[in-house]
């Protein structure tokens, strides 16, 4: 588990963990970043309380790097990524174990439930779980069990992990997406499983949301310029939809029915928000709209504004490190 700043959840989802009800060890390894907030408090404080909770210094904070070093202290023969603000569903490490021996594949993953605590977290777990949202994912919306281009977490053999050489450390944000592709270029099969559900809590307000989707939408244009012909429709949607919006917009000042553009894509997530929020408090379907707005606008922002150029080749793998 990379961990920075998740003092508000990391209790619940190391629990949620150690729960878990599988015929093997377990333990729980925790790589900690420079949070600005209680969490190595509470980290220090449950690995007092239960010594299968390992510490581990993540000093660059970045997610990457963190997991790296947690699976380079991993004991195991199979590693389950989890996020301090992920909770795992009970029978989810024991459902992941009989996907891996049944399927024989690599990693093993299956549903993000993104479920909110507050009105504003309800409204991007609504937009989340929809296609309006992010389009046909299944990780985040569900489906038939079969291969996938990725899994959300994932559920590892470690024998793949060393052979792919772990997380590129290169890719701030999209390393699962990135690393999925070394392995199905590899050879390795990625398997969907819809039984696998893990609770997500989303950013809580409008600025972290946007934050979040943009460099979502910077970082999958990296992974797009790395790996050619990686990008799909889906991905080219919420740029298109920025520059379509923006065009509109200014060319209105000129010519007025170009105003229909902006027009017509604030309709369309408005009586699309509507929708899809059906049954909701009346607060949570007010900020719908404006959540997918945020949701599509940064994403294409940020893969439009992208400037990120990587340098250096994959990193060392695990084992390679542990030899060292």
């Not at 420079?34 to 404080?45: C, K, L």
């Not at 590899?186 to 934050?211: E, I, K, N």
């Not at 369309?268 to 959540?291: E, H």
């Not at 997918?292 to 990587?310: C, D, E, K, Q, Y």
Request: aromatic share 8%; glycine share 10%; charged share 20%.
């Amino acid at each position: 588990m990379p961990i920075l700043d998740e003092e508000r959840y990391l209790a619940e989802s190391v629990r949620a963990a150690l729960a878990q009800d599988v015929p093997c060890p377990i333990e729980v390894i925790l790589a900690l970043g420079p949070s600005g907030d209680r969490t190595e408090d509470v980290a220090r404080e449950l690995s007092a309380a239960d010594p299968r909770v390992k510490l581990v210094d993540n000093p660059s904070g970045r997610t990457p790097d963190g997991l790296n070093a947690a699976i380079t202290a991993a004991s195991y023969d199979v590693v389950a990524r989890v996020d301090g603000h992920g909770i795992l569903s009970p029978g989810y490490l024991a459902t992941a174990l009989g996907a891996l021996a049944e399927t024989e594949a690599a990693n093993v993953g299956g549903i993000m439930d993104a479920q909110g605590t507050t009105d504003f977290e309800c409204a991007v777990a609504i937009a989340m779980k929809s296609k309006l949202g992010v389009g046909g994912v299944r990780f985040k919306q569900g489906g038939a069990a079969g291969p996938a281009d990725t899994v959300y977490l994932g559920v590892f053999r470690r024998s793949w992990l060393d052979k792919v050489g772990g997380y590129d450390q290169r890719f701030s944000r999209a390393q699962d997406w990135e690393m999925n592709y070394r392995i199905r270029s590899a050879g390795g099969l990625v398997w969907f499983t819809p039984q696998l559900q893990v609770t997500y809590r989303p950013r809580g307000s409008f600025r972290a949301l946007a934050r979040q989707y943009r460099q979502y939408g910077q970082w999958r244009r990296v992974v797009a310029r790395q790996h050619k012909g990686s990008m799909n429709a889906r991905y080219l949607a919420p740029p298109v939809a920025l520059v379509t919006i923006a065009a509109g917009a200014a060319g209105g000042l000129v010519w007025r029915p170009l105003w229909v553009l902006p027009a017509g894509y604030a309709a369309a997530i408005t009586v699309g928000g509507a929708a899809i929020s059906r049954g909701s408090a009346p607060r949570v379907r007010a900020l719908v709209p404006p959540v997918l707005a945020t949701m599509h606008l940064s994403w294409g922002w940020g893969f439009l504004t992208s400037r990120i150029r990587l340098t250096g080749d994959v990193q060392q793998t695990s084992r390679d490190r542990r030899v060292a």
